[in-house]
């Protein structure tokens, strides 16, 4: 995220670096879809855990442009799908992941050993951020 001041970063941290549900909106065609995921923030990104062959995973393949909402949050961004949970390249943000969503990760609603299980990565591109009575854009 190129317009992103220390302030903002800052915030965005505080409220979003832990297991938190955002909203996210993707697009078939012409009509939206929004449902809400976990995901936590970090470096310029959203992280969320989910299925490579969900609805969601399909619309973003057709389009990756992508809106999301959060506590006093609204933005965009571009969704990249990072595969395979389990891909070497992956290890550190899967490490992050089962800290951060060590409450129910290993529930048994995530297969592991699927190559379906995704991690998804939604780099900002705008948003505004409320904080303090302050308006902030991204």
Avoid at 44 to 55: D, E, H, R
Wanted: with cysteine.
């Amino acid at each position: 995220m190129k317009n992103c001041s220390r302030e903002v970063e800052k915030i965005l941290k505080e409220r979003f670096e832990k297991d938190s549900i955002i909203a996210l909106a993707t697009a078939a065609g012409e009509m939206p879809h929004v449902r809400n995921v976990d995901a936590f923030y970090e470096d310029g990104a959203f992280y969320v855990l989910t299925y490579g062959l969900s609805g969601k995973m399909k619309q973003i393949e057709d389009n990756p442009i992508v809106a999301l909402a959060g506590e006093w949050f609204t933005g965009h961004g571009k969704a990249v799908n990072l595969g395979y949970f389990g891909k070497e390249e992956n290890a550190h943000i899967a490490g992050r992941m089962r800290e951060v969503f060590s409450a129910w990760i290993d529930n048994g609603h995530n297969d592991f050993n699927d190559v379906n299980t995704c991690i998804l990565r939604i780099e900002l591109t705008d948003g505004v951020l409320y904080a303090d009575g302050k308006r902030y854009e991204l």
